[in-house]
Protein backbone atom coordinates (compact mmCIF):
# COMPACT_ATOMS: atom_id res chain seq x y z
CA UNK A 1 0.00 0.00 0.00
CA UNK A 2 1.60 3.15 -1.20
CA UNK A 3 -1.61 5.40 -1.30
CA UNK A 4 -1.84 8.36 0.99
CA UNK A 5 -5.66 8.87 1.25
CA UNK A 6 -7.87 11.82 1.98
CA UNK A 7 -11.07 12.11 2.44
CA UNK A 8 -13.35 14.02 1.73
CA UNK A 9 -12.22 14.75 -2.47
CA UNK A 10 -14.85 17.74 -2.47
CA UNK A 11 -15.90 20.29 0.54
CA UNK A 12 -18.07 23.40 0.15
CA UNK A 13 -18.43 24.81 3.72
CA UNK A 14 -20.05 28.33 5.04
CA UNK A 15 -17.83 30.90 6.92
CA UNK A 16 -19.47 29.72 10.28
CA UNK A 17 -19.31 26.24 9.42
CA UNK A 18 -16.70 23.93 11.31
CA UNK A 19 -15.19 20.88 9.52
CA UNK A 20 -12.70 18.48 9.40
CA UNK A 21 -10.56 17.10 6.19
CA UNK A 22 -8.83 13.72 7.15
CA UNK A 23 -5.80 11.82 6.01
CA UNK A 24 -4.59 8.17 6.31
CA UNK A 25 -1.66 6.19 5.53
CA UNK A 26 -0.52 3.09 6.12
CA UNK A 27 3.54 3.50 4.81
CA UNK A 28 4.12 3.36 8.33
CA UNK A 29 6.02 7.35 7.62
CA UNK A 30 6.54 9.17 10.48
CA UNK A 31 6.25 12.48 8.74
CA UNK A 32 2.97 14.09 7.73
CA UNK A 33 2.43 16.94 6.27
CA UNK A 34 -0.19 19.72 5.11
CA UNK A 35 0.23 21.98 2.43
CA UNK A 36 -2.22 24.51 0.64
CA UNK A 37 -2.52 25.10 -2.97
CA UNK A 38 -4.19 27.49 -4.87
CA UNK A 39 -4.94 27.55 -8.45
CA UNK A 40 -1.68 27.92 -10.73
CA UNK A 41 0.70 28.42 -7.67
CA UNK A 42 2.76 25.89 -6.26
CA UNK A 43 2.16 23.33 -2.88
CA UNK A 44 2.95 25.87 0.14
CA UNK A 45 3.42 24.09 3.48
CA UNK A 46 1.25 24.06 6.22
CA UNK A 47 2.22 22.26 8.78
CA UNK A 48 4.52 19.07 9.49
CA UNK A 49 4.59 16.82 12.15
CA UNK A 50 6.85 14.43 13.21
CA UNK A 51 6.57 10.94 15.24
CA UNK A 52 2.73 12.80 15.69
CA UNK A 53 4.26 15.70 16.95
CA UNK A 54 3.48 18.99 15.59
CA UNK A 55 7.41 20.21 14.61
CA UNK A 56 6.40 22.91 12.28
CA UNK A 57 3.53 25.75 11.99
CA UNK A 58 4.43 27.91 8.59
CA UNK A 59 2.52 31.05 10.83
CA UNK A 60 -1.18 29.41 9.59
CA UNK A 61 -3.69 31.38 10.79
CA UNK A 62 -5.64 29.87 13.89
CA UNK A 63 -8.78 28.80 11.98
CA UNK A 64 -6.74 26.10 10.87
CA UNK A 65 -5.80 23.60 13.72
CA UNK A 66 -4.17 20.02 12.79
CA UNK A 67 -4.03 16.99 14.66
CA UNK A 68 -2.63 13.96 14.83
CA UNK A 69 -4.09 11.08 16.62
CA UNK A 70 -1.77 8.56 15.68
CA UNK A 71 1.04 7.50 13.33
CA UNK A 72 -1.24 6.86 10.74
CA UNK A 73 -3.76 9.60 10.62
CA UNK A 74 -3.78 13.27 10.10
CA UNK A 75 -6.20 16.14 10.32
CA UNK A 76 -7.29 19.21 9.95
CA UNK A 77 -9.72 20.77 11.78
CA UNK A 78 -11.37 24.23 10.04
CA UNK A 79 -13.14 26.54 11.33
CA UNK A 80 -14.54 29.98 10.33
CA UNK A 81 -12.98 29.92 7.49
CA UNK A 82 -12.98 32.53 4.98
CA UNK A 83 -13.57 33.02 1.02
CA UNK A 84 -9.61 33.55 0.17
CA UNK A 85 -9.16 30.21 2.07
CA UNK A 86 -10.37 28.05 -0.73
CA UNK A 87 -8.18 25.47 -2.44
CA UNK A 88 -7.04 22.11 -2.59
CA UNK A 89 -5.49 20.97 0.65
CA UNK A 90 -2.84 18.28 -0.20
CA UNK A 91 -1.45 15.62 2.82
CA UNK A 92 1.64 14.14 2.29
CA UNK A 93 3.89 11.76 4.22
CA UNK A 94 7.65 10.49 4.48
CA UNK A 95 9.28 8.02 6.06
CA UNK A 96 10.78 10.51 8.71
CA UNK A 97 11.23 13.80 8.62
CA UNK A 98 14.54 15.36 8.31
CA UNK A 99 17.71 13.89 7.48
CA UNK A 100 21.62 13.71 8.38
CA UNK A 101 22.69 13.38 4.78
CA UNK A 102 21.17 13.72 1.83
CA UNK A 103 18.67 10.58 1.31
CA UNK A 104 15.32 9.59 -0.02
CA UNK A 105 13.75 9.89 3.48
CA UNK A 106 12.59 13.42 2.18
CA UNK A 107 10.40 11.79 -0.37
CA UNK A 108 6.90 12.83 0.13
CA UNK A 109 4.17 11.14 -1.01
CA UNK A 110 0.90 13.50 -1.80
CA UNK A 111 -2.59 12.34 -1.74
CA UNK A 112 -5.27 13.04 -4.03
CA UNK A 113 -6.52 16.47 -1.83
CA UNK A 114 -9.29 17.90 -0.88
CA UNK A 115 -10.66 20.83 -2.51
CA UNK A 116 -12.24 23.48 -0.17
CA UNK A 117 -14.55 26.07 -1.35
CA UNK A 118 -15.76 28.29 1.26
CA UNK A 119 -18.56 30.62 0.15
CA UNK B 1 11.41 35.40 -2.35
CA UNK B 2 10.96 32.93 -4.08
CA UNK B 3 14.11 29.80 -3.70
CA UNK B 4 12.84 27.80 -5.93
CA UNK B 5 12.52 28.96 -9.46
CA UNK B 6 10.89 27.38 -12.87
CA UNK B 7 11.18 30.29 -15.22
CA UNK B 8 9.31 28.80 -18.13
CA UNK B 9 5.62 28.27 -17.55
CA UNK B 10 4.76 25.78 -20.01
CA UNK B 11 6.79 23.50 -22.73
CA UNK B 12 5.45 22.33 -25.69
CA UNK B 13 7.25 18.91 -26.90
CA UNK B 14 6.27 16.94 -29.94
CA UNK B 15 5.82 12.69 -29.14
CA UNK B 16 9.58 10.87 -29.05
CA UNK B 17 11.45 13.91 -28.40
CA UNK B 18 13.42 15.00 -25.43
CA UNK B 19 11.56 17.21 -22.83
CA UNK B 20 13.51 19.36 -21.01
CA UNK B 21 12.50 20.98 -18.31
CA UNK B 22 14.34 23.70 -15.79
CA UNK B 23 14.60 24.96 -12.28
CA UNK B 24 17.26 26.82 -10.41
CA UNK B 25 17.46 27.30 -6.75
CA UNK B 26 18.79 30.50 -4.66
CA UNK B 27 19.68 28.92 -1.26
CA UNK B 28 23.04 27.09 -1.03
CA UNK B 29 21.58 25.07 2.04
CA UNK B 30 19.32 22.72 -0.18
CA UNK B 31 20.76 19.41 -0.73
CA UNK B 32 18.03 16.84 -1.86
CA UNK B 33 16.08 18.31 -5.63
CA UNK B 34 12.67 16.44 -5.99
CA UNK B 35 10.66 16.25 -9.24
CA UNK B 36 6.94 15.63 -8.95
CA UNK B 37 4.30 15.62 -11.72
CA UNK B 38 0.63 16.57 -11.66
CA UNK B 39 -2.32 15.97 -13.35
CA UNK B 40 -5.21 18.26 -12.44
CA UNK B 41 -7.04 17.27 -9.79
CA UNK B 42 -4.58 14.87 -8.53
CA UNK B 43 -1.52 15.30 -5.63
CA UNK B 44 1.69 15.69 -6.65
CA UNK B 45 3.58 12.43 -7.97
CA UNK B 46 7.24 11.79 -6.91
CA UNK B 47 9.09 11.09 -10.20
CA UNK B 48 12.78 10.94 -9.53
CA UNK B 49 15.30 13.02 -6.75
CA UNK B 50 18.91 13.34 -6.29
CA UNK B 51 21.36 14.48 -3.64
CA UNK B 52 23.70 17.20 -3.79
CA UNK B 53 26.44 14.09 -3.66
CA UNK B 54 25.52 13.38 -7.08
CA UNK B 55 25.26 15.18 -10.32
CA UNK B 56 23.24 13.33 -12.36
CA UNK B 57 20.81 10.39 -12.09
CA UNK B 58 18.48 8.11 -14.32
CA UNK B 59 15.29 6.50 -13.46
CA UNK B 60 13.82 4.86 -16.95
CA UNK B 61 13.02 7.58 -19.52
CA UNK B 62 13.94 10.30 -16.82
CA UNK B 63 16.94 11.93 -16.22
CA UNK B 64 17.96 14.52 -13.53
CA UNK B 65 21.04 16.43 -13.81
CA UNK B 66 22.06 18.53 -10.57
CA UNK B 67 24.60 21.88 -11.28
CA UNK B 68 25.57 23.21 -7.73
CA UNK B 69 27.93 25.43 -9.16
CA UNK B 70 25.05 27.43 -10.97
CA UNK B 71 22.56 26.39 -8.43
CA UNK B 72 20.19 24.58 -11.86
CA UNK B 73 18.61 21.22 -12.21
CA UNK B 74 17.06 19.89 -15.06
CA UNK B 75 14.48 16.99 -16.00
CA UNK B 76 15.11 15.22 -19.27
CA UNK B 77 12.42 12.93 -20.47
CA UNK B 78 13.42 10.94 -23.29
CA UNK B 79 11.29 9.63 -25.54
CA UNK B 80 8.72 11.89 -24.50
CA UNK B 81 4.93 10.32 -24.45
CA UNK B 82 1.55 11.88 -24.41
CA UNK B 83 0.84 10.69 -21.23
CA UNK B 84 3.73 12.41 -19.78
CA UNK B 85 1.36 16.01 -20.10
CA UNK B 86 1.08 17.47 -16.72
CA UNK B 87 2.30 19.72 -14.71
CA UNK B 88 6.37 19.48 -13.56
CA UNK B 89 7.46 20.74 -10.19
CA UNK B 90 10.60 20.85 -8.94
CA UNK B 91 11.00 20.95 -4.92
CA UNK B 92 14.05 21.42 -2.99
CA UNK B 93 14.93 20.08 0.86
CA UNK B 94 17.34 21.45 3.06
CA UNK B 95 18.76 20.14 6.26
CA UNK B 96 17.56 22.03 8.92
CA UNK B 97 19.56 20.82 12.19
CA UNK B 98 18.44 19.22 15.49
CA UNK B 99 15.10 18.52 14.72
CA UNK B 100 14.99 19.05 11.53
CA UNK B 101 12.07 18.26 9.28
CA UNK B 102 12.10 17.47 5.70
CA UNK B 103 10.05 20.69 3.83
CA UNK B 104 9.75 20.87 0.72
CA UNK B 105 10.04 24.61 -1.34
CA UNK B 106 8.25 23.53 -4.67
CA UNK B 107 8.84 25.95 -7.76
CA UNK B 108 6.23 27.10 -9.81
CA UNK B 109 5.90 24.85 -12.21
CA UNK B 110 5.98 23.90 -15.70
CA UNK B 111 3.05 23.12 -17.97
CA UNK B 112 4.41 20.29 -20.49
CA UNK B 113 2.65 19.07 -23.40
CA UNK B 114 3.59 16.60 -25.49
CA UNK B 115 1.59 16.19 -28.67
CA UNK B 116 1.41 13.07 -30.91
Known amino acids: DTEVTQTPKHLVMGMTNKKSLKCEQH?????MYWYKQKAKKPPELMFV???????INESVPSRFSPECPNSSLLNLHLHALQPEDSALYLC??????????????????FGQGTRLTVV | DQQVKQNSPSLSVQEGRISILNCDYT??????FLWYKKYPAEGPTFLIS?????DKNEDGRFTVFLNKSAKHLSLHIVPSQPGDSAVYFC???????????????FGQGTILTVHP
Open chain 1, 92 to 109: ASSPQAGHLKPTRYTEAF
Open chain 1, 27 to 31: MGHRA
Open chain 1, 49 to 55: YSYEKLS
Open chain 2, 27 to 32: NSMFDY
Open chain 2, 50 to 54: ISSIK
Open chain 2, 91 to 105: AASAYAGGTSYGKLT
